[in-house]
């Protein structure tokens, strides 16, 4: 009889055996309610025809422009790469490539990673390199913003409405497909890749069993649940079985490193609020610098409140409940209680969900830096604040990252454990939902 695998909660580590689901069910946590997979419908060629249908809306999202402005006879349009460069050349080298990263350079390279591995074993082979390429594409997927970007557009559009003519160009259509491509891709994390590298034959099921002063800990790159020793003793990390990335217990330096980097956040985020994040150079308005709440306000006083809203919120609210809500957490953690883990974990996920948005700022500005650039009419550069809230937005995402929510769960009492926690056991389906 072959055992089923094991898979391991991120969030509160607790381990279970892995079995096979049924349309529209869902298999969450019985512990922290954290959902560890979902039923999909999808095989590998599914999406595999899914990752090439990208590629291809991707290269032309990329080759047309998304918009084009008109002023007093004079036409100028822009796609994301022409934001870019036009960006780097005003001497913004920090923005432009912030934004050239994360709205072309990563999607592109993560479109071509899936590509790469989900070919071979639609066909039943093992992909050359799968290890690394899994690896990294672990590392890539929070870091890819087009929908950020196709939104920014949005933004731009609205505040070029009043002084010239915009219209929509045939790129804008295209980020709008890939944006529905890629949050459908969304759906196939690297843990979901190698679990239908199992179910082919690809690769081997791998179950652990430990032995006395061991635990049961998952692979942070691949999932993959193996036997660890809790404590450690100064030696070489293990690595995982199967992909071969480094394995911890608990990640190492946690609390110091989300201290530090929320620190670094909380210094970056007042110039980049009260510096302008955008200069006007204009002939009939003169020259002007705005800042990020003056920009929602601009917004708000010429009728654009629901945009007005969309920018407040992605730009002045979720950085600051980023930073709150890691303070909270970590907080919790450095002060050792265990009240509310549920709601903690919920929260958690919160900032994890919410943690690109605040970029949307950024590719706004460098946008209109492309389009406004009519020399002696009107010209918008990128302001110093730009380079400085893009970081912002980095190091909090990075402190997200290195938050460990396992390490709360640490805190709790021993019969604290549901039914099914950290031992593999198995509860009961309830109608469209599975508690593992």
């Known amino acids: 009889m072959v055992r089923e695998p094991l898979i391991s909660c991120e969030h509160c580590a607790s381990v279970f055996r892995r079995h096979e689901l049924q349309p529209g069910e869902t298999a969450t946590c019985s512990r922290c309610?954290?959902?560890?997979?979902?039923?999909?419908?999808?095989?590998?060629?599914?999406?595999?025809?899914?990752?090439?249908?990208?590629?291809?809306?991707?290269?032309?999202?990329?080759?047309?422009?998304?918009?084009?402005?008109?002023?007093?006879?004079?036409?100028?349009?822009?796609?994301?790469?022409?934001?870019?460069?036009?960006?780097?050349?005003?001497?913004?080298?920090?923005?432009?490539?912030?934004?050239?990263?994360?709205?072309?350079?990563?999607?592109?390279?993560?479109?071509?990673?899936?590509?790469?591995?989900?070919?071979?074993?639609?066909?039943?082979?093992?992909?050359?390199?799968?290890?690394?390429?899994?690896?990294?594409?672990?590392?890539?997927?929070?870091?890819?913003?087009?929908?950020?970007?196709?939104?920014?557009?949005?933004?731009?559009?609205?505040?070029?409405?009043?002084?010239?003519?915009?219209?929509?160009?045939?790129?804008?259509?295209?980020?709008?497909?890939?944006?529905?491509?890629?949050?459908?891709?969304?759906?196939?994390?690297?843990?979901?890749?190698?679990?239908?590298?199992?179910?082919?034959?690809?690769?081997?099921?791998?179950?652990?069993?430990?032995?006395?002063?061991?635990?049961?800990?998952?692979?942070?790159?691949?999932?993959?649940?193996?036997?660890?020793?809790?404590?450690?003793?100064?030696?070489?990390?293990?690595?995982?079985?199967?992909?071969?990335?480094?394995?911890?217990?608990?990640?190492?330096?946690s609390l110091a490193r989300t201290w530090a980097l929320l620190l670094a956040a909380a210094v970056l985020y007042v110039p980049a609020n009260v510096l302008p994040i955008m200069n006007i150079n204009s002939l009939f308005f003169g020259d002007s610098g705005h800042t990020i709440l003056g920009g929602v306000v601009e917004l708000w006083q010429t009728g654009s409140w629901d945009i007005a809203l969309i920018v407040f919120v992605a730009s002045i609210m979720v950085p600051l409940t980023k930073i709150f809500a890691l303070v909270a957490l970590a907080g919790a953690v450095q002060w050792r209680s265990a009240l509310n883990l549920r709601q903690r974990t919920r929260l958690y996920e919160l900032v994890e969900f919410i943690g690109q948005w605040s970029m949307l700022d950024v590719f706004v500005v460098i946008l209109l830096s492309a389009l406004a650039h009519f020399q002696g009419l009107i010209e918008i550069s990128a302001g110093p604040a730009a380079g400085a809230f893009g970081l912002v937005v980095i190091l909090t995402m990075l402190a997200a990252m290195s938050f460990d929510p396992r390490s709360a769960w640490d805190l709790a009492p021993r019969d604290d454990a549901r039914p099914g926690a950290r031992t593999g056991g198995d509860m009961p389906a309830a109608p469209g939902q599975n508690t593992a």
Not at 74 to 83: G, I, P, V, Y
Not at 161 to 175: E, I, Q, T
Not at 214 to 240: E, F, I, K, S, T
């Open 33 to 253: 309610g954290t959902i560890l997979w979902r039923y999909s419908g999808l095989g590998l060629s599914g999406w595999l025809a899914l990752t090439l249908s990208a590629l291809i809306v991707f290269v032309v999202a990329n080759g047309y422009p998304v918009v084009t402005m008109a002023v007093r006879g004079l036409t100028r349009d822009a796609s994301l790469l022409d934001a870019v460069f036009m960006t780097w050349q005003q001497g913004y080298v920090l923005t432009a490539a912030m934004t050239g990263l994360a709205g072309f350079g990563l999607p592109l390279l993560q479109l071509c990673l899936l590509a790469w591995v989900l070919w071979p074993l639609a066909l039943g082979r093992e992909p050359r390199g799968l290890r690394p390429a899994m690896r990294m594409l672990g590392l890539l997927r929070p870091w890819c913003m087009v929908p950020v970007f196709l939104l920014g557009v949005v933004v731009a559009v609205v505040k070029l409405a009043g002084m010239a003519r915009v219209d929509p160009a045939p790129g804008l259509y295209a980020f709008a497909a890939l944006t529905v491509l890629l949050t459908i891709l969304s759906r196939l994390s690297p843990h979901a890749v190698w679990r239908y590298a199992e179910q082919s034959g690809v690769v081997p099921v791998h179950v652990p069993g430990a032995r006395p002063g061991q635990v049961l800990a998952g692979c942070h790159a691949c999932g993959q649940v193996q036997a660890l020793d809790p404590h450690d003793h100064g030696g070489a990390p293990p690595r995982c079985v199967r992909c071969q990335a480094v394995v911890h217990y608990r990640k190492p330096d």
